[in-house]
């Protein structure tokens, strides 16, 4: 008898090949997509000591132009945001969230008296990212400034046909050559264009899959999406290395409790060689595919979705620490899981 719901099972990734073709396009030569996250400027004569307050890596020790990647933490150490800070000036910076509205509300429940100001400014700005091998050959020719010496985490001013852009190297994306341009939002239109014919000269192409974006690029790199990240704190999921402890922040006490007692969880990643699977991961939109071992449930699916380049489902768990390691294996739903590092390219 033919199963009645094939559907149920058929692999959303695997079979797709404009998912495949534009992801590859990423990890092979350059594919470019429009996402611009939400910019959140922050002023004032105070706005340092704020920002050094607001998150747990130093923010007073960037020279101006450069950038760095730090989670948002409440009284209780768990993350609540993960951003790019930028230094634009020295009492001007861009704040890089997904979350404005709420990164708003907690702003103003712990600014008390100092001079910082903050404003939403994503409405003047698209932002295009341009990642993959040939990513620097597509920016210097589009750009009046060649970006050669630009260093990682850096944005920096730059010109498009006379236009004022900011060119910044970074990427979701885990690929060495990555950069995102700044453009002026009623100006899009015209770049993307430009974006579309020149990628194909270089054997690229448009990313249009959200799914590509935000899940199959980033998690190959290891990187996390902030739904992964609820309900966790920086120990757990490895976004420890930076905290600085010489000074106070939000959520410092509680952090140190866990440093001195060790995690309770940690990530691990896995992988999946059957192609038809039906895992639930917290990406989905659910609370994740149950974790046992030994018939004990142990932990979570993050996530689960594709890896192109090792063409096999890949994902992650959140589990009691130590209790999996490389090359153990687990059912998922009734699939063959096999763990690894939570990085897999």
Request: aromatic fraction near 12%.
């Amino acid at each position: 008898m033919k199963y009645p719901y094939p559907v149920m099972y058929q692999n959303v990734y695997c079979y797709d090949e404009m998912k495949r073709a534009e992801h590859m396009a990423v990890r092979e030569t350059v594919g470019w997509y429009l996402w611009t996250h939400q910019i959140v400027e922050v002023t004032g004569t105070d706005c340092t000591e704020f920002l050094e307050m607001m998150f747990p890596k130093r923010i007073g020790n960037l020279a101006v132009s450069r950038e760095r990647y730090t989670p948002m933490l409440n009284d209780a150490a768990e993350i609540v945001d993960d951003v790019v800070v930028m230094r634009m000036e020295e009492n001007r910076y861009w704040v890089s969230t997904l979350f404005r509205a709420d990164m708003f509300l907690w702003f103003d429940a712990h600014r008390g008296e100092l001079d910082v100001a903050y404003e939403d400014i994503t409405k003047n700005w698209e932002m295009y990212a341009v990642q993959g091998p040939k990513s620097l050959e597509m920016i210097n020719a589009l750009t009046e400034n060649p970006v050669d010496g630009q260093k990682f985490f850096q944005i920096l001013p730059n010109k498009i046909d006379g236009i004022d852009v900011l060119i910044n190297r970074a990427g979701f994306t885990g690929e060495k050559l990555g950069f995102e341009i700044y453009y002026p939002k009623e100006k899009a239109p015209e770049q993307e264009k430009k974006l579309r014919e020149l990628a194909k000269t270089y054997g690229g192409r448009e990313v249009t899959e959200f799914q590509i974006m935000a899940w199959t690029l980033p998690c190959e790199a290891g990187f996390y999406y902030m739904r992964d990240l609820r309900h966790t704190n920086p120990y757990e999921v490895g976004l420890d290395t930076g905290i600085c402890w010489e000074k106070e922040f939000i959520g410092k006490e509680a952090l140190a409790a866990i440093r001195d007692k060790g995690a309770e969880r940690e990530v691990v990643g896995f992988t999946v060689a059957e192609k038809d699977i039906h895992i639930k991961g917290r990406n989905m939109g659910n609370e994740g595919e149950k974790v046992f071992l030994d018939g004990e449930e142990i932990g979570r699916v993050m996530k689960i979705t594709y890896s192109y380049v090792l063409d096999t489902n890949n994902g992650t768990i959140i589990c009691r620490k130590g209790s999996l390691r490389p090359g153990n294996k687990v059912l998922l739903h009734g699939h063959e899981a096999v763990i690894c590092a939570p990085k897999f390219i």
